[in-house]
């Protein structure tokens, strides 16, 4: 019999020095066949390199060996464990009928490597097998159903997560951390943040992962105040739950500055502050433009050893731009051991915005050089540059190599960007004709680029009608559009029409914008 044929194999199947480390140091000879694989194939899952218990596999199929339930269920997650999902996969498909935790063991492969279509469809396979799915593999399903590696071919439903959790009160399954953690999860990236809240309040026990991402979800949503409150009443906090929001606050110039406090809490609290920390205060720095509170967040990059990192640098120069250090930003821009598009893109942009639009078309050309393909917003900032700069001709070299080149069809901004070029240059009936013959609709920015240039050089005509199809797009909406028209037509002497248009925007009731300056603190001193 087969069975008797693998004990004359067995000392060629496993490797030397094995038979000294099996359970209770009994002789190999003395176990059956399959508890000695079993211990062996139990052994390498357990060890740090896995990959060596695969000629075990080899050495079954050689012998004509086979296994029972519990060899298969442990070679499923050898392979799965040695990132072979292929040969799990056919070791599970090989079990006569498998069982849940077979099929836990392998959903849980496919979500881990990215196959979530292959997920999805095993744990359909589930339901038609008779098997009933339990906590595990319902949380299996929430966290593939919110996952980015979804692709557009997999349509599921809208409601998934509200099946799920039907299916959980419908079964009666148990609540565990993992399940709860799961669907919370889910219902915030769904944007479902009152089903994610009342799924939080049933929770017995406190969870910083669930308190992290009910924190995630109002923040996405512009929720400050709730983040806040779910923030407060954890106990238990971790650098996690710290991050969630200093990120969360540093998206906006309103509560920048709390972020910057938030930072400084976590570390009074006796977390140190890793890439994340750093890259979230970092914005709020840019979003102030508090340049000495961004030097000091520096130093500390420096002193953590991050520096180096590719989003440390591009945080960092992208701060110093916004602030004004473009020189600050170049020397981080110089130091950096490897760039990306980001990198060159927000160099090429502080360039610009900082009044240096020579040195943000040369390394425009430069980025070429290096082989590094430019995005929409690298070309905005080198059109924005040539634009400062007057230069027409290469304005349109870099507006027609966007398709011709990189088969990038421009957007609105390009075009919005190419009429302020020639705006300001001078030439209005070219930019008219440009917006007249765009293949798309011009929007309200094309048309505001337009009649922003006709205010700059005195010109009635082309202004009014700019200002007329940019009133026919949103007459409310832009009343910058007015005071604009407004101008021009009194640089023209012509005060009759100002009247008109002032009685306009009286009957409409638009406002006319308050300016504001936005100044530093600690250069106002």
């Known amino acids: ?67 029972d339930l519990n060899i298969s269920i442990k070679l499923l997650i050898l ?101 709860i953690t ?8 769904s944007g ?11 929770m017995k026990d406190e969870n910083v992962v669930c308190s992290t991402s009910m924190i995630s979800g109002y923040m996405n949503q512009g929720f400050v105040e709730d983040a806040e409150e779910i923030f407060n009443a954890t106990t238990v906090k971790d650098i996690v ?22 930072y400084v809490s976590m570390q009074r609290a006796g977390f140190h502050p890793n890439i994340s920390s750093f890259a979230s205060v970092i914005g709020a720095c840019s ?21 180096t990192h590719i989003k440390m640098g591009s945080s960092l120069l992208d701060m110093y731009a916004k602030c004004g250090g473009v020189d600050d930003a170049r020397r981080v821009f110089d130091q950096m051991q490897e760039k990306n598009v980001f990198s060159w893109t927000s160099m090429i942009d502080g360039y610009g915005k900082n009044g240096n639009p020579e040195e943000a078309l040369e390394l425009f050309a430069k980025m070429k050089g290096v082989h590094i393909a430019p995005n929409y917003v690298t070309f905005l900032g080198a059109l924005s540059a040539c634009s400062h700069s007057g230069l027409v001709e290469k304005g349109y070299e870099i ?9 990038m069809k421009p957007k609105m901004e390009h075009y919005a960007c190419m009429v302020d070029l020639m705006g300001r240059a001078g030439e209005l009936s070219e930019a008219l004709e440009f917006v007249r013959e765009m293949p798309e609709r011009p929007n309200s920015d094309v048309w505001a680029a337009l009649l922003s240039s006709c205010r700059l050089h005195g010109n009635v005509d082309i202004a009014s009608i700019a200002a007329d199809e940019l009133f026919k797009l949103n007459a409310d909406k832009r009343p910058g559009a007015y005071i604009a028209l407004s101008n021009v037509l009194a640089s023209a002497g012509k005060w009759e029409n100002v009247s008109e248009i002032r009685d306009v925007m009286k009957a409409r009731k638009i406002p006319k914008n308050i300016g504001r300056s936005w100044i530093s603190e600690e250069k106002a001193q």
């Open 79 to 179: 392979h799965l464990k040695c990132g072979c999902v292929t040969y799990a996969r056919q070791v599970f498909d090989e079990l006569p009928k498998p069982t849940l935790s077979a099929y836990n063991y392998l959903i849980s492969g496919y979500l881990k490597h990215g196959l979530v279509k292959e997920c999805l469809l095993l744990v359909q396979r589930i339901a038609y097998s008779g098997e009933r799915a339990d906590g595990y593999t319902l949380s299996m399903v929430l966290k593939a159903s919110s996952s980015s590696s979804l692709g557009s071919r997999m349509i599921l439903p809208r409601s998934l997560c509200r099946l799920v959790h039907s299916r959980i009160i419908k079964c009666d399954v148990e609540l565990d951390d993992v399940l």
């Open 287 to 307: 979003v102030l433009t508090a340049h000495e509170v961004g030097m000091q967040v520096h130093g500390q990059v420096m002193k953590s050893g991050v520096d």
């Open 1 to 67: 019999m087969r069975i008797f044929r693998l004990a004359s194999v067995a000392p060629r199947i496993f490797p030397s020095n094995h038979y000294a480390t099996l359970p209770l140091k009994q002789d190999v000879y003395s176990l059956s066949p399959a508890v000695t694989i079993a211990g062996a194939l139990q052994e390498y899952i357990n060890s740090p390199s896995p990959k060596a218990g695969k000629k075990i596999h080899a050495g079954i199929i050689k012998t004509g060996f086979r296994p």
């Open 399 to 407: 507006f027609e190599s966007m398709q011709r080149d990189y088969s």
């Open 182 to 189: 799961a669907l919370v999860d889910a219902y915030v990236k």
């Open 192 to 202: 479902k943040l009152e089903c994610a809240r009342t799924v939080f309040e049933t």
């Open 241 to 262: 739950v710290y991050n969630a929001m200093v990120e969360g606050l540093s998206r906006s110039a309103e509560t920048a500055k709390k972020a910057v406090e938030m």
